[in-house]
């Protein structure tokens, strides 16, 4: 209920404001309560409408063949000269 409220203030979700406090201790053991998921970097945006329901499953699944292989690369986006990345984070510990 007070998160609600503080988001609704600053505009930050707990995650933010725990950030924002530049405490690495504080941010772990935050970490450790409540999974975060950032998104990778897509390596192309396709337009679904352009394929057949086998194009498509063949490139989901060539897609997930090179997750395996590759790197972690998160998304970072650039908005107004600011760069950053989307969290989403799980709302059951």
Do not use: H
Request: glycine share 4%; with cysteine.
């Amino acid at each position: 209920m007070i998160a609600k409220i503080l988001e609704k203030l600053t505009g930050k979700d707990d995650l933010e404001r725990i950030a924002y406090k530049e405490d690495l201790a504080l941010l772990n053991a935050y970490l450790k309560k409540r999974p975060v998921f950032v998104p990778q970097r897509p390596r192309r945006f396709l337009d679904a409408a352009n394929f057949t329901q086998e194009q498509l499953l063949e490139q989901i699944r060539k897609d997930s063949e090179q997750l395996s292989s590759d790197q972690f690369e998160p998304w970072i986006l650039e908005v107004d000269g600011k760069r950053g990345s989307r969290c989403f984070q799980a709302k059951s510990v």
